[in-house]
């Protein structure tokens, strides 16, 4: 087995500057009943000995701390309440009070709701929270405010406001997204040049098409993510956005944004062939995640976990730019055989 000679952060630096690193770098995202599933199976008592035991290369988030007003019990500051819905294997907090729903003007909001501000946060414990992290790639700030947005309102209203309510829809979106502005551009303050990753991510895509249409899109979250990302790159970071399913066909628009790397590559939704997306667009985006999360990762067996990863690395990393992850999070429905099939198949056939 060849020897590491690069940290994660140089590993994963390489990759996102065309470079060659020494191996694939890879990334773990999983619910916390996946993640304790696996340290069962391993024997281990904590993710840093998985993390190790796996090669996986570890990130360090950083954000503020909360002193705001107080919180009512069971609520965030935003008001919404949630329930736990179970699952096969674990259970979902879903939003079951959305705190914008009855509203039908601009005018009303204003009148009766309080926005969170980024005052109500303490960013001076940025600084110590990357003591000791040198060799891990640093991320902070990001937004996501649809998905927010969604919660606020109730989905159904939410989708129904793109049409009948866009003025309500510009309104909390300036509001959540200049949330996120500024919350990302004290973070940078507090650690000049070194975060190194912010997500600018939206859920755009369902399994066989666009969850909006291009109007909408180019209306209501093209001009807010763009913001994000011209913000994050003029503090030096990269960009990675997140959107699940079907969006080959927007990807040329997000990266006209200046989006560095999309994840997770869900190959299984129509259009999404890994052939087709590495030829058109290889050059210009870097490629994240890939091992499938709907049938291989939960059903498959480990041998087709293993020839995944081998076609990923072959399709997906020919030439650079590529690190190996799930397609969205690990699910407890699925083997840990298949997640350690995963990590050890890229660890062994990822050098470079």
């Not at 995202?29 to 599933?37: I, P």
């Not at 406001?161 to 509001?175: G, I, N, W």
């Not at 807010?224 to 399913?245: C, E, W």
Request: glycine share 10%.
């Amino acid at each position: 087995m060849p020897k590491e000679t690069m940290t994660p952060r140089e590993r994963w630096l390489a990759v996102v500057r065309r470079e060659r690193p020494d191996r694939i770098p890879m990334h773990y995202r999983a619910t916390g009943e996946a993640t304790q599933k696996l340290l069962d199976y391993l024997g281990l008592r904590s993710t840093e000995e998985m993390f190790n035991r796996l090669h996986i290369d570890r990130n360090a988030g950083v954000g503020p701390r909360y002193v705001g007003p107080p919180i009512p019990p069971g609520e965030d500051m935003y008001g919404r309440r949630y329930q736990e819905v179970p699952y096969e294997g674990g259970v979902y907090r879903e939003c079951a009070c959305h705190p914008l729903a009855g509203y039908e003007t601009v005018e009303e909001i204003e009148r009766d709701y309080t926005w969170p501000t980024p005052d109500w946060f303490d960013y001076s414990g940025i600084p110590g929270q990357v003591e000791g992290a040198e060799d891990r790639v640093i991320s902070g700030g990001g937004s996501e405010p649809f998905l927010l947005y969604k919660d606020l309102r109730g989905e159904e209203q939410a989708f129904m406001d793109l049409l009948l309510h866009p003025d309500v829809v510009h309104y909390c979106l300036e509001k959540l997204y200049g949330f996120c502005y500024e919350n990302a551009r004290r973070i940078y303050e507090q650690i000049p040049g070194k975060v190194m990753v912010t997500s600018v991510a939206e859920d755009m895509g369902a399994q066989d098409r666009l969850l909006y249409s291009r109007e909408h899109l180019q209306t209501f979250f093209f001009p807010y993510m763009k913001r994000m990302i011209d913000l994050a790159h003029q503090a030096g970071a990269y960009v990675n956005t997140h959107s699940d399913g079907a969006i080959r066909e927007i990807l040329p628009d997000l990266i006209e944004m200046g989006v560095d790397i999309i994840n997770p590559v869900q190959w299984r939704c129509k259009g999404m062939d890994r052939e087709r997306l590495k030829r058109d667009f290889g050059e210009r985006l870097i490629f994240e995640g890939g091992v499938d999360n709907q049938y291989t990762l939960p059903f498959g067996t480990t041998g087709e976990v293993r020839q995944e990863v081998r076609d990923n690395f072959r399709i997906l990393g020919a030439g650079g730019g590529y690190i190996l992850g799930p397609c969205h999070n690990i699910q407890a429905v699925g083997p840990p055989e298949n997640v350690v099939a995963m990590y050890e198949t890229g660890y062994e056939e990822g050098w470079l």
